[in-house]
């Protein structure tokens, strides 16, 4: 059961409207690093994790990537909304425009839809945990590349607040996996 | 800022506080300090979180909050629509 807060993790500025910054940072929506695959690769992988903390840390973690998606897509639809059709096709966001007016679809910086096929459940904790870890680095990296084309300060406070909880969740996958290597050992008998 | 975005602005604070404290409790259960910590913001938040909805309506749905008077859920702002421009 989820239960929906009406309210953002963090608070977000727009400076100005900037559909060429709304096309970048909507990787993160639906990109193969962004938001949604975080949150549902966690929340699928959780129901097999072999010991209790792994089930909190991904249900928790899961859940508070969905937050993440609702901050960026609150970016994307305030960097937008104002736009008009000339500054839309000046920034390259007229083929997104053509499919989906202003709407937010899940896409990635290119235009290409979100495929499951980002994200893998594997039943083995060890491999699933490793995924994670690796997929909280790669997200802090595309953080970090989106950061860089920031041309509004106000967004790329919301970007690093973002790129800052990537590596806080690498850490705490990473005590996870610690202690399933003890849960592992404990099981061993000789 | 507005007096609506300076309560929401401190329920974010005091939320977000819990969500660290959480996710280090996950993997740290017996960190006595640590929960301490977790159940004075809990308690903390829920004071800010009360005080918001008695004049905004409710920031729970589905009966974790109660809505006066009539159903204040269905109004905007939705969070979406409130920005924090300085």
């Known amino acids: 059961m989820w239960i929906y807060e009406k309210k953002l993790e963090y608070p977000i500025r727009v400076s100005y409207t900037n559909p060429r910054l709304a096309k970048e940072i909507i990787t993160q929506y639906g990109g193969p690093d962004g938001e949604l695959a975080a949150s549902l690769r966690y929340l699928t992988q959780r129901y097999t994790m072999p010991i209790p903390q792994a089930k909190a840390v991904l249900t928790d973690i899961g859940t508070e990537e969905l937050a993440h998606m609702e901050v960026v897509a609150a970016l994307v639809y305030n960097l937008i909304k104002n736009a008009t059709v000339e500054e839309i096709k000046a920034a390259g966001l007229d083929d997104y425009y053509a499919d989906h007016d202003k709407a937010l679809y899940f896409v990635n910086a290119a235009g290409a839809p979100w495929v499951a096929s980002y994200i893998q459940s594997k039943g083995d ?33 919301a970007l690093r607040f973002l790129r800052e909880r990537e590596v806080v969740h690498f850490q705490r996958f990473g005590e996870t996996l610690n202690l399933v290597h003890e849960w592992m050992d404990s099981k061993k008998v000789f | 800022m507005d007096q609506r975005r300076r309560e929401l602005l401190r329920i974010m604070e005091l939320e977000f506080a ?24 809990a308690q903390e938040l829920m004071r800010a979180k009360t005080a918001y909805e008695s004049r905004y309506g409710p920031i729970l749905n589905y009966g974790q909050s109660m809505s006066q008077e009539t159903w204040r859920w269905v109004e905007e702002p939705w969070p979406w629509e409130i920005t924090f421009n300085r």
Do not use: C, G, W
Request: hydrophobic content about 40%; cysteine-free; glycine content about 0%.
């Open chain 1, 125 to 157: 904790p060890v491999a699933d945990l490793h995924e994670d870890m690796a997929a909280e680095q790669k997200a802090r990296s595309t953080y970090e590349y989106l950061i860089r084309l920031s041309d509004d300060p106000d967004v790329t406070d």
């Open chain 2, 18 to 41: 819990a969500i660290d404290l959480n996710l280090f409790l996950d993997t740290h259960p017996d960190e006595l300090r640590a929960l301490a910590d977790y159940n004075a913001v």
